[in-house]
């Protein structure tokens, strides 16, 4: 399965089987999740075989059953964080359906067991994603009609097109989908809307967009006022 194929085939699951993450599969999935911490800077943390984040009253109002593995998703505080936790974290997301993981991104109905990995100085436990065996698959969300989160001051290409339907089958806070993609001058952007993790969502669509259009994201520069992220010159659509 390539990355492409497990967009259109992850989907959120709440519901985990107790088949352990072992052998091959857990050494490639901690090697995705290093690889990715050393790109990105952030500091997300593997947990398995603990029960006592989704043990609570919370994760039964979310309908979670069953989660003894997740992903602290934690980094640097900082206003460029949400955004970079929902790319960098999706990265390790579509390569984990890759192995034949499902996941769930979960930002409230859990809780914090502060024993169970490392917050660092100066960081924040942001959110965490509940990884295992799926009881089930997941069932697809509804999305927004395309032309409800596009601007673009041309006819748009069809790269654009496909990287916008790529980012309608990501996973957002309420399934909300308050991103907007532009297109202006020949340049691609991204907006977040208003309301919970809505960062968080941008950047997951980000890395959607990136994927489904052949288009490379830049990311924010922390250092910068108003740096939203933007596209690089069109490259050769590749997926690994």
Known sequence: MDLL????????VRSYTDRKIEGETLDALRA???ETNEESGLN???????EKAFGGRMAHYGHFENVKNYIAVIGEKGADLSEKAGYYGEKVVLYAQTLGLNTCWVALTYGKGKDAYLVGK??????VIAIGYGATQ???????PIKSVIKTDTEPPAEFIDGVNA??????AMNQQKFTFTLKDGKVGVKAGAGFYTKVDAG??????????????????????NSG??????IKRTVV
């Not at 194929?5 to 959120?12: C, L």
């Not at 997300?44 to 603990?50: C, I, T, Y």
């Not at 100066?122 to 959110?127: N, T, V």
């Not at 990136?210 to 990311?219: D, H, I, N, T, V």
Request: proline fraction near 6%; aromatic fraction near 6%.
């Open 44 to 50: 997300m943390q593997l947990v398995l075989d603990e």
């Open 122 to 127: 100066g960081e924040k436990l942001l959110l």
């Open 229 to 234: 992220p933007v596209c690089q010159p069109r």
């Open 32 to 34: 995705k999740i290093k």
């Open 167 to 172: 980012a309608l089958l990501a996973p957002t």
């Open 5 to 12: 194929q497990a967009i259109k085939e992850r989907h959120s």
């Open 204 to 225: 997951i669509a980000e890395y959607h967009f990136e994927l489904g259009s052949g288009y490379a994201f830049r990311m924010p520069d922390k250092n910068k006022a």
């Open 138 to 144: 997941g069932t697809a969300h509804k999305s927004k």
